[in-house]
Structure formats: structure tokens, C-alpha cells
């Protein structure tokens, strides 16, 4: 008997061992077998709510590792950045993480990059379209 299959004993009651997993904003994934993670991906990605989670998060981690380089390149530590930027160095290691729960402010950010010798500018672009910038 597979492993997926096995009946779990649970007090007096028991239960299929679920296939089915529930992740931040109350999305579920089902466990799939023999299909890709970009297949599965681009089927979850139909959906509008699960699209604009996945877009919220990779945007936090496209900042987290942009943060991780730059810091990298000066050569300088959480700390030395955090003093240099006015912020505490569990914001900056927060943001490296790509914490979705304390997100810096566009000043924080701001600060932080300046302090490590960039500016901060914004562009948008419509899903799956150009970039417009800001005039």
C-alpha cells in the first residue's frame, strides 16, 4: 500500500493521510505526481487570487536577494548597513529574508539603498505586458 494511502489511527477515529496542502491566504495545493513545478505553476497561476499572492511574494524576495547583493558588493554587514541606514539590523535581516510580515516602508527602502550608494526607483508594467515608468 502506498505511503499517500496508509490510514493513520488517531485516538479511536481514523484518517486518510491528506494529499492536500494549505498554504498563506487560505490557498490549497494538491501533491502531484509525474507533472513539472512549471506545468503546475502556470495552472495555478490562472487563478487571480493565488496569481496576486504569488506576484506579492516573489516581489518581496526579488527585494530580499537585490538587498543581500548590493549589501554584498560594498562588503558590509546587517549591522554597519543598519546603522548607516537609521534602522534597526533586525529590519535589514527582516528584509533579507523576505519576510512577509513586517514590510519596510518605500522611505525604509529608500534609506536602506542609499545608504548602500543606490536611489530607489519605481516602475510598473501591466501582467505580462511593457514597463511605464513614472514621468
Known amino acids: 500500500m502506498r505511503k499517500t494511502r496508509q490510514v493513520l ?5 481514523a484518517r486518510t493521510r491528506s494529499r492536500t496542502k494549505t498554504f498563506e491566504g487560505g490557498i490549497k495545493m494538491r501533491k502531484t505526481r509525474g507533472r513539472d513545478f512549471d506545468t503546475v505553476l502556470r495552472e495555478k497561476l ?5 496569481r496576486l499572492l504569488y506576484n506579492q511574494r ?4 526579488e527585494v530580499a536577494h537585490l538587498v543581500v547583493d548590493l549589501r554584498a558588493k560594498r562588503g558590509m554587514t546587517q549591522e ?7 534602522v534597526n539590523q533586525s529590519m535589514i535581516a527582516r528584509l533579507e529574508k523576505g519576510d512577509p510580515r513586517r514590510i519596510p516602508t518605500f522611505e525604509t527602502l529608500h534609506r536602506i539603498l542609499h ?3 543606490y536611489a530607489l526607483e519605481l516602475s510598473a508594467r501591466a501582467e505580462g505586458g511593457k514597463f511605464a ?3
Not at 554597519?80 to 537609521?86: F, S, W
Open 115 to 117: 545608504a548602500l550608494g
Open 80 to 86: 554597519e548597513l543598519a546603522k548607516k541606514a537609521g
Open 9 to 13: 489511527a488517531e485516538g479511536s477515529e
Open 46 to 50: 490562472k487563478d487571480d487570487q493565488f
Open 133 to 135: 515608468k513614472a514621468a
Open 58 to 61: 516573489r516581489f518581496y524576495l
